[in-house]
């Protein structure tokens, strides 16, 4: 019949007294008081059966059972260790896998990548990039930076980055992009707007935010992706719709204008970590984020 092993604590308080000859010097190894320690090896003796230590003089001494136990004890105990070491290293040397959408890598992530190497140079960072079907919960990703509405999952830390802000977007190389620049938003009721299948709540959220009724917009050539949308839109194709980050670079280099501004939406770019994953790499690139995106913003 298999033996249920005795309480780990007793185990523990026993091993330190033997291993250092000592039940004072056990106690302040293991930071609790000389009763807890000699209770803890009262608890095992009781539960085993036998006696572990007698009176010497002053002090204690192992009794043969004790001395076997105390070999036994201090193999295990120094096997996990080193175990637990193994697979603490293991962890930190392992990559930390950031599942993004295509768009959001693109756009916005890569051309950062540098920046976030020079300033966390010990985050070993692999991107997985999709549409929709990234999961957090799955072995193999450790974290997603996504676009989403609260509430959050009771399974995930979530570290909110931003408030999403979403508008209008449209090149200079637009045919209509003069008539445009100047006149008010409600211009855009009469245009045939692009875009994107993967967000298709997108311009109804900005209509409704303008006080304009959805039903009312106009649509012409749809996407898959935002990242075709936004292409098509720098390339000169029409009016299309985005969230800010995703678009600043092109803003700030004059590939594309926003004339109307940006409205916030209920969604929030955020981190979602498992929490049966969160580790220090992901509070360390959720900050990383943070600041970088209040750097974009400013």
Known sequence: MRQDLPPLNALRAFEAAARLNSV?????????????????????????????FVKEGRGVKLTDAGTRLRDATGEAFERLREVCGELS????EAPFVLGCSGSLLARWFIPRLGRLKADLP???????????????????LDALLVFAEPPWPADMRVHVLAEERIGPVLSPHFAGFARLQAAPASAL??????QTT????????????????????KFGQDFEHLYYLLEAAVAGLGVAIAPQPLVADDLRAGRLTAPWGFSPTPAALALWVPR???DGRAEQLAQWLRAELARQAA
Request: hydrophobic share 35%; proline share 6%.
């Open 122 to 140: 010990q985050l070993r960072l692999h991107l997985s990039a999709g549409e929709g079907d990234l999961d957090p919960r799955r072995p193999g």
């Open 89 to 92: 290293r293991d962890s930190s």
């Open 189 to 194: 009721l009469d245009e045939a707007l692009l």
């Open 198 to 217: 993967s967000r298709p709540q997108a311009w109804p959220t900005w209509a409704r935010e303008q006080d304009f009724d959805p039903a009312d917009l």
């Open 24 to 52: 004072s010097q056990a106690a302040e190894h293991l930071h609790v008081t000389h009763g807890a320690i000699s209770r803890q090896i009262k608890v095992l003796e009781e539960h085993l059966g036998i006696s572990l």
């Open 276 to 278: 049966r994953a969160a």
